[in-house]
């Protein structure tokens, strides 16, 4: 039974950087599919990264090249590293997981990584806010 608290966010100007974590309770990060969401405001909530059970990892058009999503084993962690932040980055940043029993390579073998119906556990959000 996995809860995932997040913790990172907060207010920073134009082209600042923020690193976000996720913690999941009762399992480990290693081997489960993971992703960041964000919900923007007036918007439906939207996939930004995800990181599958064999490590590889995949990005909205939106943030590539500026957003790095990992795991850090030691930690138990799930990182998303997030640079030259911009204004539309404001938004409620979301950790999802799913143990992916049946297909480990969710991204490196073209699974629906990017659809919410792949994760069926849910942190709470971290407020992100770019001014």
């Known amino acids: 039974h996995v809860q995932l608290v997040e913790s990172g966010g907060g207010s920073v100007q134009a082209g600042g950087s923020l690193r976000l974590s996720c913690v999941p309770s009762?399992?480990?990060?290693?081997?489960?599919?993971m992703a960041w969401f964000r919900r923007r405001p007036e918007k439906e909530r939207e996939f930004v990264a995800a990181i599958d059970g064999l490590g590889s990892s995949a990005y909205s058009d939106s943030v590539k090249g500026r957003f790095t999503i990992s795991k850090d084993n030691d930690k138990n962690t799930l990182d998303l590293q997030m640079n030259g932040l911009k204004p539309e980055d404001t938004g409620t940043y979301i950790c999802?997981?799913?143990?992916?029993?049946?297909?480990?390579?969710?991204?490196?073998?073209?699974?629906?990584?990017?659809?919410?119906?792949?994760?069926?556990?849910w942190g709470q959000g971290t407020q992100v806010t770019v001014s």
């Open positions: 009762g399992s480990t990060v290693r081997n489960l599919c």
């Open positions: 999802a997981a799913d143990p992916c029993t049946f297909l480990r390579g969710l991204v490196s073998r073209g699974g629906r990584y990017y659809s919410p119906f792949e994760y069926n556990h």
